[in-house]
């Protein structure tokens, strides 16, 4: 069972990392608070990992920090709540929100996220209201909005996570384009869970 991993970061993109360790590349899918937090290519990363073994699959799941991968962990011990839709939740909305929200019967705010119906909302309060003794720091801006081209490099990313997430390509760009208007000053987090709002 792998639960960490030490390597050098080969690729990244919004949704997963290949991380290289001991020679092994290992391919992992991340959150978006992961994603902000990773280096550049070439630099080393560390990264908390759940392994979940299926009867068809072997995947992992990196966190950047240990409360993530606790809360993820959580989350899919809720009955309909499998590692996509978790990963998901922990996209939409930041880790520390996402608890007070669920701590606090927000039903409006859990069901913003892509993925999250009503019922599995009251699930989430239901199974996880007592269980979640964690203290999570809020969510850290990283980096500026790239004030590039009309399609920046950012706006790539986003847009990718999106679809990654199950949204059609011109519903994600114009989710995008919602998320800019409202954030000018965004950074990858900030308007990524804007445009997850846009894109319900």
Do not use: C, W
Request: glycine share 8%; charged share 25%; proline share 4%.
């Amino acid at each position: 069972m792998i639960a960490h991993l030490r390597g050098t970061v080969l690729e990244k993109h919004p949704n997963l990392v290949v991380l290289e360790a001991g020679g092994v590349g290992y391919e992992l899918t991340i959150p978006v608070s992961t994603f902000s937090r990773l280096p550049e290519a070439g630099k080393e990363a560390r990264l908390r990992v759940h392994t979940h073994v299926r009867e068809d699959a072997f995947l992992l799941y990196g966190f950047h920090t240990p409360e993530e991968k606790l809360l993820f962990e959580k989350l899919i011990t809720v009955s309909g709540i499998g590692p996509k839709v978790a990963i998901t939740a922990l996209s939409g909305i930041a880790p520390a929100d996402l608890v007070n929200a669920i701590r606090n019967a927000d039903l409006a705010q859990l069901t913003r996220i892509s993925g999250i119906g009503k019922k599995t909302a009251e699930r989430m309060v239901v199974e996880l209201r007592d269980k979640l003794d964690i203290a999570i720091a809020g969510s850290t801006a990283i980096g500026a909005l790239d004030k590039g081209p009309q399609l920046s490099e950012l706006e790539q990313d986003l847009i990718s996570a999106l679809v990654n997430l199950g949204s059609q390509r011109a519903n994600a760009e114009a989710a995008v384009r919602k998320a800019k208007a409202a954030l000018p000053d965004g950074d990858f987090e900030s308007l990524f869970r804007k445009a997850m709002e846009a894109v319900r």
